[in-house]
């Protein structure tokens, strides 16, 4: 451990000086707003910021969902529905937020661990070969807490 230990401590004043790097793209804000019904998909939401260079989001992928997909809703004659959209580009120093509304994941079978453990991570693919691994907070539809478990025994 040593040795690796002692290179970080040595590259990070670097690192600082070093103002020519590219500032990289990133992810954040990602939370999913889980589904009251299991058999509905949930919707995942979050805020990618621009680096020094244009690229593009070309999707989504999770261990902790069965299927994801890109969508935006969008109007169509006074009605709201939505599309899948393949790719997303995130343009230099821009913000491209995924918003209720407005583009958003939609994640099919929540995988039950990641929902009692409140979180669940998401890797997004990137133009450029990048792979952003974020923590998406899950949060659970309103009212869930009061139903009651299903197993239950209510005797009394
Ligand atoms: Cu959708």
Redesign the pocket.
């Known amino acids: 451990m040593r040795g690796p230990l002692a290179l970080i401590a040595l590259a990070a004043p670097l690192a600082l000086t070093a103002c020519g790097d590219p500032a990289p793209t990133y992810i954040d804000q990602a939370w999913v707003r889980l589904s009251p019904n299991k058999d509905r998909?949930s919707?995942g939401y979050f805020v990618a910021h621009g680096g020094d260079s244009a690229t593009r989001l070309r999707g989504v992928l999770t261990d902790y969902a069965l299927k994801v997909?890109m969508?935006e809703?969008v109007e169509d004659n006074g009605v709201m529905t939505?599309k899948p959209i393949n790719s997303v580009d995130i343009p230099a120093k821009g913000t491209v937020t995924f918003a209720p509304g407005g583009k958003?994941l939609?994640l099919w079978g929540v995988n039950d661990t990641a929902i009692s453990r409140g979180k669940m991570q998401l890797t997004f693919l990137l133009d450029n070969g990048d792979r952003l691994l974020v923590d998406a907070v899950i949060r659970k539809p309103e009212g869930a807490a009061a139903t009651p478990a299903p197993s239950d025994n209510s005797a009394n």
Do not use: D, K, N
Request: glycine share 0%; no cysteine.
């Open positions: 998909p919707a997909e969508h809703s939505m958003h939609m």
